[in-house]
């Protein structure tokens, strides 16, 4: 799950659709979908046709979508945030995410289309798709589809995971991935197991996959005072990122409160109610500590 903030442009996003690629600007961060809205709906659907559908990838629970720059990925990106989440990470500040009954089932076909119109914006910009979350492969069959269909449309593709169900990733899914964002959120598993609830080595083995499959990766570690920043957990990661060949970066995040009021309004416990965000001066000195391992890190 990606964990930047979150800037609202004043584009209309009806505007970017019809601009051709002379008129085109990026916006500077996100452009915000509202919701799923314009990507239809699908209510009456019987309960059993609906799971039948997203069992065979036609139909997706879908969170929301936003077009974004410079942040899940290269270029200008359209990020499809999918419902659902096996992990409990107590920074998560998109926990309505968690629950897949909480999103809007949407076609694929009809996201496909959505996605084609970018196509212009995408080639202008070197940017593509990232399918994010939650967690994209608790949609396996969804994402595979989706993957595919951009493959298809020669638009750049993205998966933002924390590796946790990498197994459900079939051959064909990985040969349509150009870019992984593999969350690698402790280097300790019993501090990986206080973050998230779940267990650190499928994080790890998927992460070798993808470097045996030679695709690109740009490792993400949220930086959580009190939590994630003790330097023996940050020199656990960076020698976990070290052992991948096809890492090509690592992306120090620095904690923030933004998903708090979500946890309130969820009437869900958060953990880190009282936990302030890293200094400035904390989060270079954790980065210039993943350098001192040979590794890149924005």
């Known amino acids: 799950m990606s964990i930047p903030t979150l800037i609202s442009s004043t584009i209309p996003i ?13 916006p500077t961060a996100r452009l915000r979908g509202a919701g799923t809205a314009g990507l239809g709906e699908l209510d009456d659907l019987e309960r059993g046709d609906r799971l039948a559908r997203m069992r065979e990838g036609t139909l997706g629970s879908v969170h929301s979508w936003e077009l974004v720059t410079a942040v899940d990925g290269p270029g200008t990106r359209m990020t499809i945030f999918l419902s659902g989440c096996p992990l409990r990470c107590l920074y998560c500040h998109n926990p309505d995410t968690m629950q897949m009954r909480n999103g809007e089932p949407i076609e694929v076909d009809e996201l496909l289309a959505r996605i084609k119109r970018y196509r ?11 399918l994010s979350g939650g967690e994209v492969l608790m949609q396996p069959a969804f994402a595979a589809r989706l ?12 998966l ?3 590796g946790f169900l990498g197994a459900a990733a079939t051959e064909q899914m990985l040969a349509d991935t150009d870019l992984v964002l593999l969350d ?20 790890i083995d998927f992460g070798d996959r993808l470097d045996a499959h030679g695709i690109e990766m740009w490792v993400r570690f949220v930086l959580v005072p009190g939590l994630t920043d003790d330097p023996e957990n940050i020199d656990a990661v960076a020698r976990i990122a070290q052992r991948w060949e096809s890492m090509s970066r690592l992306e120090v995040l620095p904690f923030h409160q933004m998903g708090r009021d979500k946890w309130k309004s969820l009437g869900m416990a958060y953990a880190l109610e009282k936990t302030l965000p890293p200094s400035m001066e904390r989060v270079d000195e954790v980065r210039d500590r993943f350098r001192s391992f040979g590794l890149t890190v924005h």
């Open 14 to 26: 009806a505007d970017h659709e019809v601009l051709g690629d002379q008129d085109f600007q990026a």
């Open 120 to 130: 212009k914006i995408f080639r202008r910009t070197g940017g593509g798709i990232t």
């Open 147 to 158: 993957l595919r269909g951009a493959r298809e449309l020669g638009i750049n593709t993205c």
């Open 160 to 162: 933002d995971t924390s």
């Open 184 to 203: 690698v959120k402790s280097g300790i598993p019993e501090t990986y197991q206080k973050v998230t609830g779940r267990a650190l080595q499928s994080t």
